[in-house]
């Protein structure tokens, strides 16, 4: 399906002006899903950039919001995330143009903004138990502590000193909440329903699947999906790879494409 693009802003948002890119498929039904998606870039990038997962996601009938969450704070938490719950919290009371009063509203984000989809979910199921309809979560940056056995790979992809950097400015508020770290949150129940994406040559696997592993004993509904080794998967986030990502007639990689499905089947788009 053919994919329009455009930027808006959300002026009436709680924090403040909001930017966007919308990607949205000529063809979207009514009841469209909406996903509010948050980019990586290891939480020191900031402003619109092209999103090829949101263009995927959009090409199965997703109406897709990428938000330039750190613009207005600076990218230190807690800012990311307030913007985040602030522009969730405004379509959750009013779809602002984006679908209808009968779309599903889902997040997601990749990386680092993995991490914010993640943190934004926990507060969404504190305060907005049953406005948040799904979570999707491609490699979410999770452990500030980055011991995990995968992320051992992550000095081969170039990404080790960059994702410490990142964590580093993250986290340079002085606070490490469940919300900034939402891989140490002790209280997981009723968070809502997540599809999990990785891939084996992913360093963040291991705690994306030990997220998806607290999510399951916690009672969430989960799907993870992990690609096999050699797709490129961890070009989404700027990771250096033996085998460069390779386009299909849609002009996604397969590994893109692969999720998008997934996102499909879990949401019943």
């Known amino acids: 399906m053919p994919v329009e693009i455009k930027d808006m802003t959300f002026d009436k948002v709680a924090i403040g002006p909001v930017s966007a890119r919308v990607y949205q498929g000529a063809e979207f039904a009514k009841g469209a899903p909406i996903l509010l998606y948050f980019h990586g870039g290891a939480f020191l990038e900031e402003g619109l950039r092209p999103s090829p997962v949101a263009e995927a996601i959009a090409s199965t009938g997703a109406i897709v919001a990428v938000l330039d969450y750190g613009a207005p704070g600076g990218g230190v938490f807690p800012k ?26 889902i997040i997601g984000g990749e990386e680092a903004g993995g991490n914010i989809a993640a943190g934004v979910a926990l507060k969404a199921r504190d305060h907005f138990a049953d406005e948040l309809d799904g979570q999707v979560l ?71 699947l030990g997220y998806a592993d607290c999510l399951t004993a916690a009672g969430v509904k989960v799907r993870r999906h992990v690609l096999p080794a050699g797709t490129g998967w961890p070009e989404i986030y700027g990771g250096k790879t033996a085998k460069p990502l390779t386009g299909l007639p849609s002009g996604h990689p397969p590994g893109k494409r692969r999720s998008a499905a997934s996102f499909r089947v879990l949401f019943k788009i």
């Open 80 to 105: 990311p995330l307030e913007v985040g719950f602030s522009m969730f919290s405004y379509l959750a009371k009013k779809r602002a143009g984006l679908g209808d009063r009968k779309s599903p509203l």
């Open 138 to 208: 491609f490699s979410p940056l999770l452990d500030p502590f980055m011991g995990t056995a995968s992320f051992r790979e992550s000095e081969a992809l170039g990404m080790s000193q960059r994702w410490a950097e990142g964590w580093s400015h993250y986290l340079s508020g002085g606070v490490c909440h469940p919300y900034a770290a939402p891989c140490l949150c002790s209280r997981l129940a009723g968070v809502a329903p997540a599809l999990v994406v990785s891939a084996e040559d992913d360093p963040l696997r291991d705690e994306a």
